[in-house]
């Protein structure tokens, strides 16, 4: 079940917001996480009883280590989160690893191993991240461990944010769990987050997806130099409109139900530098790394050299988690290079006011570039576009590119790429903040109901189209 979908948007959630409306506020937390474990089952089947089953032995285990001090209250962390990665990396990465290691076998003539491979859990990178976050916390006494499964359990499978994000950190949303306050106001906002997600997803997004599949699906014998290029740029709109219409319906749906998650987005593609791009990108993500592993790794506090293997083991990481495979690995290489580079020279730095422009394009280029080994189904098809994008070749236009470049997809992805451009800062969210003038919000909210209504019809008309983040 995704949110741009007919059984999400006509029954799933009105049905939802009827009973949670109508529940005594003390069961609310029951209706909700009810609904959520409902909402995983529908799109990860009996993976709701791995994701029931390792919740349970979290909730568990933190208790015990809440009660324990020095060492045994160490040991017990270290228990907890070795559980979690390693459910994490049998899942994940398990198909990997056998496919490399068979590789190496046939390779030197031995008999492969046999291997039925393992079906990855929605969303079992964003949960497991915010697993951790709760054990952490409840161990550095930052805050105090839930004595009630549902509180736990919501926290973990909280409906919104479980298949992609924000990652949430326990000690962000702890007060909210056991006390929030719903008001019209933040109903109200939040409809509008969620509707603005909702054009994102289906109006944007989806219609650059449209040109980058195409793009992406064609062999190198008939992709040449411009339409690589556009597949590129095609594709680096579509993820950060899907990505970030997820994060926007997420936070909507929170303010609905009274909670207010972090957001996740702020305007990447007018970064500075690299350094800059990844304060603006999946904000919830890079902070986990920050706080959670690169900061107790020694973070700045070391010597340069020591820092910049810390950069680079937490990038390294970083891509990883995106996806076992080489590609993924050589995109968070890529960025934590990029990011060494910027300390050695300054390039790193905001606040100087010169060459913006310059500093912008180079800085969307450097992550345009990435984005290939990002999209890219393996590493020669990665190493081929780029060779394409980079070395001038001229074909014929494909049919099938041809019927992917309507006067549709060219106009809405033309509209998109106007975030290229934008002031650092302006934001799109300004245009459905409320106005306290009653003609100019009447004007906004009919604005709202239209791209609302055309979203709908598209949604009615179309098929399923997933979000990117999904994956992962």
């Not at 603005?196 to 997803?201: A, E, F, H, S, V």
């Not at 999209?375 to 099938?400: E, G, N, W």
Request: proline content about 3%; overall charge positive.
């Amino acid at each position: 079940m995704i949110f741009p979908s007919q059984i999400f948007l006509f029954y799933f959630l009105p049905l939802l917001l009827a009973i949670y409306y109508i529940t005594p506020k003390k069961y609310r937390n029951h209706t909700l996480l009810a609904f959520s474990y409902f909402f995983y089952l529908w799109g990860s089947g009996l993976f709701l009883f791995a994701l029931l089953a390792s919740t349970s032995v979290d909730f568990f285990l933190a208790l015990k280590m809440e009660k324990k001090e020095g060492h045994a209250r160490s040991r017990w962390l270290a228990i907890a989160i070795a559980i979690n990665i390693a459910l994490l990396a049998y899942f994940k990465y398990s198909n990997f690893f056998i496919a490399e290691v068979n590789e190496v076998l046939t390779a030197a003539g031995s008999t492969s191993i046999k291997w039925t491979e393992v079906v990855l859990p929605i969303g079992i990178s964003f949960f497991t991240f915010q697993k951790i976050t709760y054990l952490v916390d409840v161990y550095r006494k930052e805050k105090k461990a839930l004595h009630r499964f549902v509180d736990y359990g919501l926290y973990v499978a909280l409906f919104p944010q479980l298949i992609a994000g924000p990652i949430v950190r326990f000690h962000e949303i702890s007060e909210q769990l056991l006390s929030r306050r719903e008001t019209f106001e933040g109903f109200y906002e939040g409809t509008l987050r969620f509707s603005w997600g909702l054009m994102k997803k289906v109006v944007l997004a989806n219609r650059c997806g449209a040109i980058a599949d195409a793009v992406f699906a064609l062999n190198a014998g008939s992709l040449d130099t411009k339409m690589a290029w556009v597949g590129v740029v095609a594709y680096g709109l579509q993820i950060y409109f899907d990505f970030s219409a997820y994060s926007d319906m997420a936070i909507g749906l929170g303010h609905m139900f009274g909670f207010r998650l972090p957001e996740n987005f702020k305007r990447p593609y007018s970064a500075l530098s690299i350094t800059d791009f990844w304060r603006r990108w999946h904000i919830t993500l890079s902070n986990f790394f920050r706080d959670y592993l690169y900061i107790p790794l020694g973070g700045n506090r070391v010597s340069p050299s020591k820092t910049y293997i810390n950069l680079m083991i937490v990038f390294t990481l970083c891509g990883l988690w995106h996806g076992a495979n080489w590609t993924f690995l050589v995109w968070g290489i890529f960025h934590g290079t990029m990011l060494i580079i910027e300390r050695l020279s300054g390039l790193g730095a905001t606040k100087a006011t010169n060459f913006i422009f310059l500093r912008r394009a180079v800085t969307l280029f450097l992550v345009m570039v990435g984005w290939v080994f990002f999209r890219a189904v393996d590493m020669t098809q990665a190493v081929s576009i780029l060779k394409i994008m980079f070395v001038p070749v001229s074909y014929p236009l494909p049919f099938t590119l041809f019927e992917a470049l309507n006067y549709r997809n060219i106009f809405f992805m033309s509209v998109a790429s106007i975030v290229f451009f934008l002031p650092r800062n302006f934001s799109g969210l300004t245009l459905i903040e409320r106005h306290r003038q009653p003609l100019v919000e009447a004007l906004r909210v009919s604005a709202v109901i239209i791209m609302v209504l055309y979203s709908v019809a598209l949604i009615v008309s179309g098929s399923y189209n997933p979000f990117i983040y999904f994956q992962f």
